[in-house]
């Protein structure tokens, strides 16, 4: 995804290319810090297909598959007739032990609106620590516009330099801890 883009003002949301980041994660499975810190690893999943897989005159569907190691993440895009919004499913197989997956918008915001337990949290945030959230996130700019970004599964984000990181998922190993005192 390389542009999330307004037609009728010509905005777009996006200042490039979205990723998918491994971090090594080496945290507990409540994400305790025990010492530790997420690292970025520098290594992205690679594109290796994107095709058509479905034109009609309710909705376009494009799929898009990506791998990194052992891991492979397959995504399709559906854009429905009449509609403003991209509906994305995502299936994910994961075989990396100890790390984290992040999905990374590139947008042109720092403010971060995100729905809570019992309602929302307004916030600036800049340090690339990583944050609660529910079922939706919005990043903007005060009247300049943003990224709405809704989903069902995911509770964590990060931002830094304008960089949106949904924490996707982690592998930690061991439930109790795995702190160096256990």
Known sequence: LCA???KATGYNALRGSCEYQVWLDQRDAWGGLQGRSYEDTGKRFALVALEKVEEGSLR???RATYCYGASRIRQHFHLY???????????????EPWHMLKLQFPTRCNQVRTQIAYGELCRTIEDGEDYYMHGWADIYQPEQGGLCIANDAKYAFSCIDGNFGLTVLRSAI?????????
């Open 4 to 6: 999330v883009e307004e």
């Open 60 to 62: 376009q569907t494009m």
């Open 81 to 95: 007739e009449g509609e403003q919004g991209l509906v994305v499913e995502t299936e994910l197989w994961w075989h």
């Open 174 to 182: 061991y439930a109790q801890g795995n702190s160096p005192s256990w």
